[in-house]
């Protein structure tokens, strides 16, 4: 009989990172409906900012971001000075000078900008928003890149945490995915920007690469684990040609299967687990004193568009192109055209392109899809309690839970969910159980492991 992990293992589900997710984001919302939920925002309640450069000074094959390979440094100056006209527009839309508890720029790699342009748009924020005491400042590196200017210029602007896409040290992987980085190149980042005051660093490593084996990944994690980030993400990886042409370059033969994957996959956590990390949700792992590991352990853990966060701030303000933010009425993105974002913004309009706004239960299931995803329970009667749904909301679910449980993937006492180690592997799967919107369709998402 074939085992159903394996059918599992091999759905295209989302991530979701949002609920609605991205595809069902619309034209009908722009800049006008986005004006009016700003306008809506608490002034007493902390927003979180997220600031976005797309361009790379490298391309890595495997990269599946919306990103643009900075040839020339014209351009990304030019961004930099719209970008940070952003900031006074968006501050403009915004009922009062509002708190930032959490602010992360991401890319794409933000330090693809020059220092002096870096910190011109940290002091744009800092004019137009109170970062309250205690909040988290990141930022996402690429260590082949990054100067010891901007290190340093990190440090001076307050930055509590460096994020860095190791992904894999074994050479032949890296240079099957063009991302030619040794241990000691790192590193060397590492140690800089812990000496600059970034007390926090952040390690993605990714599983299901070219010529990737157990072994490969397990010598990554050993010299991971003697670097100590304090936060590791593992991610599988995503082929999904159709829809990041870059990855067209990657050798499909040399892939692994289903089955590597998961071996993989598994093994990674268990060591990363034996080197004193904490197992966080769905790909996340942090020591044990780390924040993120403490959410998870009080149930405050949250997630959104950058993956597991301890962030729970209601609103993130995306800048940037393509940049996506919510508010609690809805998701907005940015314009992805570079040219059009830039002209909107240049005008002092908003520069959205498009968005969803809640309605129906959509505030509930993403509530529900959310727990799943960070803590892998969830009480479906209380939620419904919460978000005033009728009682037994979920009822045209049953026939689709009653097989997740029978094949082990979820136990279940009346409407409290709990998802077992074995439905952990394939969470997204058990999520998808509440997405209303949901089509299997393998032309919109990737693999569940
Ligand atoms: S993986 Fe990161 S650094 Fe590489 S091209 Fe994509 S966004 Fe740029």
Known sequence: MTDPMKTYMSRNVPRYTSYPTAPH?????????????????????????????????????????????AKKDAPVAQYAATLTQEIAVL??????RMKVSHLAWGGGTPTALKPDDLERAMNEVRARFDIIDGAELAIESDPRTLTSEMITRIGQLGFTRASFGVQEFDPKVQKA????????????????????????????????LPHQTVETLLETIG??????????????????????????????????????????????????VNAGY??????????PDDAMAQAAANGTLRRNFQGYTTDRAETMLGVGVTSIGRTPSGYFQNIAETGAWARAVEAGELPVGKGVAFKDQDALRGHVIERLMCIGEVDLDDAGRCFDAPRHWYAEHEAELIVLQADGLIT??????????????????????????????????????
């Open 25 to 69: 984001f619309s034209k009908d919302v722009g800049a006008r409906e986005y004006a009016a939920w700003l306008a809506e925002l608490s002034p007493d309640d902390p927003v979180s900012l997220y600031l976005h450069v797309p361009y790379c000074r490298e391309l890595c094959w495997y990269c599946g971001c919306n990103m643009k390979l």
């Open 91 to 96: 501050a403009a839309h915004l009922p009062e």
């Open 177 to 208: 995915i063009n991302r030619i980085q040794p241990p000691d190149m790192v590193r060397r980042s590492v140690d800089g920007l812990r000496e600059a005051g970034v007390n926090s660093i952040n390690f993605d490593l990714i599983y299901g």
């Open 223 to 272: 010299l991971c684990a003697e670097m100590r980030p304090d936060r590791i993400a593992l991610f599988g990886y995503a082929h999904v040609p159709w829809m990041a042409k870059k990855q067209r370059l990657i050798d499909e033969a040399a892939l692994p299967g289903p089955e590597a994957r998961l071996a993989q996959a598994q093994a990674a956590a268990e060591a990363l």
């Open 278 to 287: 904490v197992a966080i949700g769905l790909d996340h792992f942090a020591l």
């Open 412 to 449: 279940r006492q009346g409407g409290k969910l709990k998802v077992t180690e074995r439905g952990m592997q394939v969470v997204r799967v058990v999520a998808s159980a509440f997405d209303a919107y949901f089509s299997s369709s393998p032309a919109r998402h990737a693999v569940a492991v």
